[in-house]
């Protein structure tokens, strides 16, 4: 069975920083490309952060120098760190795992909110 656990979101005020953690497991990880997309209040879910099995990363304009995405395949893990955070990051945050688009997955989601 797949999961996706995601974990690292919180409360914190703008210019803080909180680092986004995701657990996978049921999938040989290291072959899927991963990325964090996130659902901000009223707004459709957008990529904020991807990278390639290969290390290749991709970023939204919106968090480019301020957000880092990583991955650890050793552990199965995927890493968002988020730096200078803005009322506009706020949002539910998923990882998501996806190698063809039936190996699809997603993960249930971690809740981050920028107070200013």
């Known amino acids: 069975q797949v999961q996706l656990v995601e974990s690292g979101g919180g409360l914190v005020q703008v210019g803080g920083s909180l680092r986004l953690s995701c657990a996978a497991s049921g999938i040989l990880f290291s072959i899927y490309r991963t990325g964090w997309y996130r659902r901000a209040p009223g707004k459709q879910r957008e990529l904020v952060a991807a990278?390639?099995?290969?290390?290749?990363?991709d970023y939204a304009d919106s968090v480019k120098g301020r957000f880092t995405i990583s991955r650890d395949n050793n552990k199965s893990m995927l890493y968002l760190q988020m730096n200078s955070l803005k009322p506009d990051d706020t949002g539910v945050y998923y990882c998501n795992t996806r190698y063809t688009t039936t190996w699809d997955y997603w993960g249930q989601g971690t809740q981050v909110t920028v107070s200013s």
């Open positions: 990278i390639a099995s290969g290390g290749y990363t």
